[in-house]
Antibody, heavy 121, light 111 residues
Framework: QVQLVQSGAEVKKAGASVKVSCKAS????????VHWVRQAPGQGLEWMGW????????YYAQNFHGWVTMTRDTSIGTAYVELSRLRSDDTAVYYC??????????????WGQGTLVTVSS | QSVLTQPPSVSGAPGQRVTISCTGS?????????VHWYQHLPGTAPKLLIY???NRPSGVPDRFSGSKSGTSASLAITGLQAEDEAHYYC???????????FGGGTKLTVL
C-alpha cells in the first residue's frame, strides 16, 4: 500500500535551518509529484510547492521562494524539504503529500504523517 | 485570509444532515478548476474525502457527497455520526496565484 513516512519532530533556534525527509513506498516514486503542505498551530493548511521526482524540477508558492528548497533522492525514493532562516512563525506541522494521478489533477491522495518543526527564539 | 472561504464551524445532531460551503472566485472554483475535500481528524494526517467535485475515493461512505456550482462548492454529510467530528478543508487551484489553495477549514461538531 502507498505510504509516505516522514522524519521525526525537530526543535530549532530562529535563524537555523532544518531538513525534513519523506520516504515513499508502495508505488513508483518517480511517477507522482510530491508536494509539501504545512499547518501552523490553530491555523489552516498552506500549500508550499511541489517537486517532480522524475526530473527534480520544482515550483514554490510565492511565500516560500528563496528560503525553501525541495529535493529528492530517487535511489531511495525519498523527498526532502529544507527550510532556512527559520522564524518563530514557521512553527508548524509539515506534511509531504502525493498528487493524485501523477500531476495535473491538483488533488492530494496520500499524506505523510506530518513532522512538527518548532522554532524557538 | 484564505483564498477559499469556509464557515469556521458547523454542528448537527447524530443522524442529521449538515453542509459545509466553500466559496471561491473566478480565478479558482469559477474557472472550472475542480474542488477537493479533506477530512482531518485530531492527531492524524488529513484524508481525501471527495475529489473532482463529486467523486468519493474507495472506502469513503456514501453519506459524504460533494457538489459545485459557479464559484462555490459544498460538502454534504448525511446520517451524521460521532466519528464524523473533525475539521474539513476544501481545496482547489488558483490560476491568478498559480498556486494550490485551501479553505480555512470548518470544524464539525456532532452534538
Amino acid at each position: 500500500q502507498v505510504q509516505l513516512v516522514q522524519s521525526g519532530a525537530e526543535v530549532k533556534k530562529a535563524g537555523a535551518s532544518v531538513k525534513v525527509s519523506c520516504k515513499a513506498s508502495g508505488y513508483t516514486f518517480t511517477d507522482y509529484y510530491v508536494h509539501w503542505v504545512r499547518q501552523a498551530p490553530g491555523q489552516g493548511l498552506e500549500w508550499m510547492g511541489w517537486i517532480n521526482p522524475s526530473s527534480g524540477g520544482t515550483y514554490y508558492a510565492q511565500n516560500f521562494h528563496g528560503w525553501v528548497t525541495m529535493t529528492r533522492d530517487t535511489s531511495i525514493g525519498t523527498a526532502y524539504v529544507e527550510l532556512s532562516r527559520l522564524r518563530s512563525d514557521d512553527t508548524a506541522v509539515y506534511y509531504c503529500v502525493r498528487e493524485r494521478g501523477g500531476s495535473g489533477t491538483y488533488c492530494i491522495d496520500y499524506w505523510g504523517q506530518g513532522t512538527l518543526v518548532t522554532v524557538s527564539s | 485570509q484564505s483564498v477559499l472561504t469556509q464557515p469556521p464551524s458547523v454542528s448537527g445532531a447524530p443522524g442529521q444532515r449538515v453542509t459545509i460551503s466553500c466559496t471561491g472566485s473566478s480565478s479558482n472554483i469559477g474557472a472550472t478548476y475542480d474542488v477537493h475535500w479533506y477530512q482531518h481528524l485530531p492527531g492524524t494526517a488529513p484524508k481525501l474525502l471527495i475529489y473532482g467535485n463529486t467523486n468519493r475515493p474507495s472506502g469513503v461512505p456514501d453519506r459524504f457527497s460533494g457538489s459545485k456550482s459557479g464559484t462555490s462548492a459544498s460538502l454534504a454529510i448525511t446520517g451524521l455520526q460521532a466519528e464524523d467530528e473533525a475539521h474539513y478543508y476544501c481545496q482547489s487551484y488558483d490560476s491568478g496565484l498559480s498556486a494550490w489553495v485551501f479553505g480555512g477549514g470548518t470544524k464539525l461538531t456532532v452534538l
